[in-house]
């Protein structure tokens, strides 16, 4: 949601509880160098993310601040990925292209106008310049009593679908659309485009198998994350299912899980969605009761059956928006209107009433900050940036991931079953040699490209030997996976070897093995007075079974260790080479 630029202690390295630094504060008048040297003054903070700060900035020596400065700590992930994916996939040039290319006139696409370093009070940060725009959109929802216009949603969507259908052109998705990443533009004409802002969550999306990636799980807003991202699996068809439940929040109804207050356990959220979306005509039935808007419909059911590796139809999904806006007789030109009561809606939408309406139509002329002007400070700006590596890996030693969940906790919900790697060992291996074309077309004959429902079918065979294996563990309150904050983005990533916590917790447990869960039970029992199983001696998960206590058998120590996606486990002592990310977490079983 929109954040306030507030003071912040100017020392607060780490916010308390948080894996990543928040970064120091500029002061107006700032001037910072980019790598072509070219300088820029810095204006007031106009807005705070959950990982940086926005500030408004001129080239120096001009005045009109239409540029920003977004800067994060140099260690933070988040702004290097985005840095990373302006500076390979969107400059200005490759935007024209596409845009030439549509026939659009304007694309609600950023670009990267100039990076840098600087040191403030001594730290590194890492600093990005950007278009300035305007008013992100979820202000006027809220003043709106939590709803927007219906012509205004559908306007919404269409162009940030247009926005999806480029980002993806590049082979990216962006995993984190709502409400306070969409921006008006500015200027003249500029209330008529949003733009889709932070790319910090940007990520290669799969055209290959499906792999659930625990690392990644649950990774972008709670509210809003698809079914695939709360498994960790990059795909397009998962930023179409973000737009989706904004699309639906849009229209002023509270999505279930929010409704439900799940949002702080981020498994019930994954079920909760994965439960709405395999039975999409009654949940949309639930959530829109006088009628479900047909655009909604059309498009929901239109993602609920989209593969995971299938390049989404965007015209078609731009059509279902444009008819309903023929319908209602709406425009799609001209500014954006945020206000309610100056639009019609569509026959069928009948979203709760509102709470609350905003005093007038709201657009991006009116809700321009101020820029103050001060004496400029020369700032011990570096010229020297990183250098940008086309290797992915080399992105693991540079940063801070934003925020880390133990990943240990997979949903037993059956989109997450119909993601085993066995399914996945199944696909069908494409030839090195096919063509984009062929394989797209390989892909879609492979069993993977069976849809959620069906794949659900496939799940109900599971043996009941299989059920019996995948189940729960159900861990303490205090150790359960915690949701994002409302509203902000939270980002379970792997960028970073993390310091394992070493944590030890203690508790009754019921301990039901999930084999989703990836991770390896190693039981030590403490050596008995006259005992049967040497002290120390470990065994895997398959030594379940003697967990049960014999007489007189003391306390149980059991690790659970986190299995790596390639099949190995964490090791136990930190090693530079591997992700130490998830905590070990220790079990201590009492006696009864
Ligand atoms: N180019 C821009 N022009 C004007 N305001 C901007 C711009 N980019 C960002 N902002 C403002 O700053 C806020 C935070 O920006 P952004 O989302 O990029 O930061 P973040 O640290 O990645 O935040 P989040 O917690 O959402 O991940 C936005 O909601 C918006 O209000």
Redesign the pocket.
Same mark, same amino acid.
């Not at 702080?264 to 395999?278: H, I, L």
């Not at 001696?537 to 007189?552: D, H, R």
């Given at each position: 949601m %929109?954040?306030v630029a507030k003071p912040k202690p100017a020392a607060a390295k780490k916010a308390k509880g948080k894996l990543y630094a928040m970064p120091e504060k500029l002061k107006e008048g700032t001037i910072l160098s980019d790598l072509s040297k070219t300088q820029w003054r810095i204006g007031p903070s106009? /807005? *705070? !993310? /959950?990982? !940086?700060e926005?500030y408004a900035a001129t080239r120096n020596g001009e005045n009109n601040y239409d540029a *920003?400065v977004?800067c994060?700590p140099h260690a933070n992930g %988040?702004l290097f990925v985005?840095m990373h994916f302006y500076l390979r996939n969107a400059k200005l040039e490759d935007i024209k292209k596409f845009k030439e290319k549509r026939g659009l006139k304007s694309l609600g696409m950023?670009y990267i106008i100039a990076n840098g370093s600087v040191d403030i009070n001594g730290q590194k940060h890492r600093f990005i310049v950007?278009?300035? @725009? !305007?008013?992100?959109i979820?202000k006027f929802y809220i003043q709106n009593g939590k709803r927007l216009p219906e012509v205004t949603v559908y306007r919404l969507a269409i162009q940030m679908l247009d926005v999806y259908e480029f980002m993806h052109s590049t082979g990216y998705v962006h995993a984190?659309l709502?409400a306070?990443?969409i921006?008006l533009g500015m200027g003249k004409g500029g209330g008529s485009q949003a @733009?889709l *802002?932070?790319f /910090?969550l940007a990520s290669h999306y799969t055209t290959g198998d499906y792999k659930p990636d625990p690392k990644k799980m649950h990774n972008g807003?709670i509210e809003y994350t698809s079914r695939d991202a709360h498994l960790g699996v990059a795909t397009r068809r998962a930023d179409l299912e973000i737009l989706g439940y904004n699309i639906i929040e849009w229209l002023g109804v509270e999505l279930p899980w929010i409704k439900e207050k799940l949002l702080t356990a981020p498994a019930k959220v994954q079920k909760a969605k994965e439960t709405f979306m395999a039975n999409l005509s009654s949940s949309l039935k639930s959530v829109f009761p006088k009628g479900v808007p047909a655009p909604v419909a059309d498009y929901m059911k239109y993602v609920a059956q989209l593969n995971h590796n299938e390049a989404p139809d965007y015209e078609k999904c731009r059509k279902m928006f444009l008819n309903a806006l023929k319908q209602m007789k709406a425009d799609n030109t001209g500014d954006l209107d945020f206000n309610l009561k100056a639009q019609k809606s569509s026959n069928n939408n009948n979203s709760p009433p509102v709470k609350k309406t905003a005093g007038a139509a709201a657009t991006a002329a009116n809700i321009r900050n101020k820029v103050k002007n001060e004496k400029p400070i020369l700032n011990d700006s570096s010229d020297s940036e990183d250098v940008i590596n086309d290797s992915e890996e080399e992105v693991d030693t540079k940063y801070t991931p934003?925020r880390k969940l133990p990943a240990v906790k997979q949903s037993s919900s059956p989109r997450s079953k119909d993601t085993k790697p066995k399914l996945a060992r199944k696909a069908v291996p494409k030839p090195a040699s096919a063509s984009p074309k062929k394989r797209e077309a390989q892909e879609s004959k492979s069993p993977l490209r069976t849809s959620p429902l069906k794949r659900q079918k496939i799940d109900s065979n599971v043996t009941p030997k299989a059920q019996a294996a995948s189940a729960k563990i159900n861990f303490s309150p205090a150790i359960s996976l915690r949701g994002g904050r409302s509203g902000?983005?939270v980002i379970n990533d792997d960028l970073t070897p993390q310091p394992r916590s070493n944590k030890t917790y203690e508790f009754n447990f019921e301990l039901d093995v999930s084999m989703d869960a990836n991770v390896i039970v190693n039981v030590k029992r403490k050596k008995k007075e006259q005992g049967s199983t040497p002290a120390g001696s470990s065994k895997t998960s398959s030594a379940i079974s003697n967990l049960t206590p014999k007489s007189g058998s003391p306390a149980t120590r059991i690790n659970l260790r986190k299995v790596n996606g390639d099949g190995s486990s964490s090791s136990p002592t930190p090693n530079p080479t591997r992700s130490p990310r998830t905590p070990a977490v220790t079990v201590r079983k009492y006696r009864r």
């Amino acid at each position: 949601m %929109p954040r306030v630029a507030k003071p912040k202690p100017a020392a607060a390295k780490k916010a308390k509880g948080k894996l990543y630094a928040m970064p120091e504060k500029l002061k107006e008048g700032t001037i910072l160098s980019d790598l072509s040297k070219t300088q820029w003054r810095i204006g007031p903070s106009i /807005g *705070v !993310g /959950g990982f !940086g700060e926005i500030y408004a900035a001129t080239r120096n020596g001009e005045n009109n601040y239409d540029a *920003v400065v977004k800067c994060e700590p140099h260690a933070n992930g %988040p702004l290097f990925v985005e840095m990373h994916f302006y500076l390979r996939n969107a400059k200005l040039e490759d935007i024209k292209k596409f845009k030439e290319k549509r026939g659009l006139k304007s694309l609600g696409m950023p670009y990267i106008i100039a990076n840098g370093s600087v040191d403030i009070n001594g730290q590194k940060h890492r600093f990005i310049v950007m278009p300035r @725009y !305007g008013s992100d959109i979820s202000k006027f929802y809220i003043q709106n009593g939590k709803r927007l216009p219906e012509v205004t949603v559908y306007r919404l969507a269409i162009q940030m679908l247009d926005v999806y259908e480029f980002m993806h052109s590049t082979g990216y998705v962006h995993a984190d659309l709502k409400a306070a990443n969409i921006l008006l533009g500015m200027g003249k004409g500029g209330g008529s485009q949003a @733009y889709l *802002v932070d790319f /910090g969550l940007a990520s290669h999306y799969t055209t290959g198998d499906y792999k659930p990636d625990p690392k990644k799980m649950h990774n972008g807003t709670i509210e809003y994350t698809s079914r695939d991202a709360h498994l960790g699996v990059a795909t397009r068809r998962a930023d179409l299912e973000i737009l989706g439940y904004n699309i639906i929040e849009w229209l002023g109804v509270e999505l279930p899980w929010i409704k439900e207050k799940l949002l702080t356990a981020p498994a019930k959220v994954q079920k909760a969605k994965e439960t709405f979306m395999a039975n999409l005509s009654s949940s949309l039935k639930s959530v829109f009761p006088k009628g479900v808007p047909a655009p909604v419909a059309d498009y929901m059911k239109y993602v609920a059956q989209l593969n995971h590796n299938e390049a989404p139809d965007y015209e078609k999904c731009r059509k279902m928006f444009l008819n309903a806006l023929k319908q209602m007789k709406a425009d799609n030109t001209g500014d954006l209107d945020f206000n309610l009561k100056a639009q019609k809606s569509s026959n069928n939408n009948n979203s709760p009433p509102v709470k609350k309406t905003a005093g007038a139509a709201a657009t991006a002329a009116n809700i321009r900050n101020k820029v103050k002007n001060e004496k400029p400070i020369l700032n011990d700006s570096s010229d020297s940036e990183d250098v940008i590596n086309d290797s992915e890996e080399e992105v693991d030693t540079k940063y801070t991931p934003r925020r880390k969940l133990p990943a240990v906790k997979q949903s037993s919900s059956p989109r997450s079953k119909d993601t085993k790697p066995k399914l996945a060992r199944k696909a069908v291996p494409k030839p090195a040699s096919a063509s984009p074309k062929k394989r797209e077309a390989q892909e879609s004959k492979s069993p993977l490209r069976t849809s959620p429902l069906k794949r659900q079918k496939i799940d109900s065979n599971v043996t009941p030997k299989a059920q019996a294996a995948s189940a729960k563990i159900n861990f303490s309150p205090a150790i359960s996976l915690r949701g994002g904050r409302s509203g902000k983005t939270v980002i379970n990533d792997d960028l970073t070897p993390q310091p394992r916590s070493n944590k030890t917790y203690e508790f009754n447990f019921e301990l039901d093995v999930s084999m989703d869960a990836n991770v390896i039970v190693n039981v030590k029992r403490k050596k008995k007075e006259q005992g049967s199983t040497p002290a120390g001696s470990s065994k895997t998960s398959s030594a379940i079974s003697n967990l049960t206590p014999k007489s007189g058998s003391p306390a149980t120590r059991i690790n659970l260790r986190k299995v790596n996606g390639d099949g190995s486990s964490s090791s136990p002592t930190p090693n530079p080479t591997r992700s130490p990310r998830t905590p070990a977490v220790t079990v201590r079983k009492y006696r009864r």
